[in-house]
């Protein structure tokens, strides 16, 4: 079994506005770093070669972002030590808190690759009925202290 995520965020402002340029100028470096990480398997892409074309609802300042990888200890290296985490700890220069939780993960077939409805569906269970080994989030996991002190954490809700 592999891990698939979904993360889906709220841009500040839409995504060719020069207040986001921090994130999206650095969009394909940091999903270069991913490509090469151990344990990375696959993520979704769009017609802008990343996923920021990809509309989840109305808004289409939410962006998502969908990969699969080996297991969870592969995803957390990515995310908390490689320079994602900078960007992770910048987070609200370029994202708005959102009023739910944005970010799933669950276990899924090695040779399967979900798509937006996929994710997206788990997503809602998780947010409707909270963590369990069908979703979960770093909090469901037996060590999230690495991820609590990387501010890999929630945005606090304004």
């Given at each position: 079994?592999?891990?698939?995520?979904?993360?889906?965020?709220?841009?500040?402002?839409?995504?060719?506005?020069?207040?986001?340029?921090?994130?999206?100028?650095?969009?394909?470096?940091?999903?270069?770093?991913?490509?090469?990480?151990?344990?990375?398997?696959?993520?979704?892409?769009?017609?802008?070669?990343?996923?920021t074309d990809t509309q989840i609802?109305?808004?289409?300042?939410v962006i998502v972002n969908l990969?699969?990888?080996?297991?969870?200890?592969?995803?957390?290296?990515?995310v908390c030590e490689t320079l994602?985490?900078?960007?992770?700890?910048?987070?609200?220069?370029?994202?708005?808190?959102?009023?739910?939780?944005?970010?799933?993960?669950?276990?899924?077939?090695?040779?399967?690759?979900?798509?937006?409805?996929?994710?997206?569906?788990?997503?809602?269970?998780?947010?409707?009925?909270?963590?369990?080994?069908?979703?979960?989030?770093?909090?469901?996991?037996?060590?999230?202290?690495?991820?609590?002190?990387?501010?890999?954490?929630?945005?606090?809700?304004?």
């Amino acid at each position: 079994m592999c891990l698939a995520d979904n993360n889906i965020a709220h841009l500040t402002h839409p995504i060719d506005y020069p207040a986001v340029a921090g994130f999206t100028d650095y969009l394909e470096r940091v999903d270069g770093i991913a490509e090469r990480m151990e344990g990375f398997i696959w993520h979704y892409v769009d017609s802008s070669g990343n996923a920021t074309d990809t509309q989840i609802g109305d808004d289409p300042r939410v962006i998502v972002n969908l990969s699969v990888w080996r297991d969870v200890a592969a995803l957390k290296r990515f995310v908390c030590e490689t320079l994602h985490k900078q960007f992770y700890a910048n987070r609200d220069k370029w994202f708005q808190a959102m009023d739910r939780m944005g970010f799933a993960m669950w276990r899924i077939d090695e040779d399967h690759h979900p798509d937006i409805s996929e994710a997206q569906a788990r997503l809602d269970h998780d947010n409707a009925h909270g963590s369990s080994d069908h979703v979960f989030g770093w909090d469901h996991l037996q060590d999230a202290t690495q991820w609590r002190s990387a501010r890999c954490a929630p945005l606090a809700a304004e």
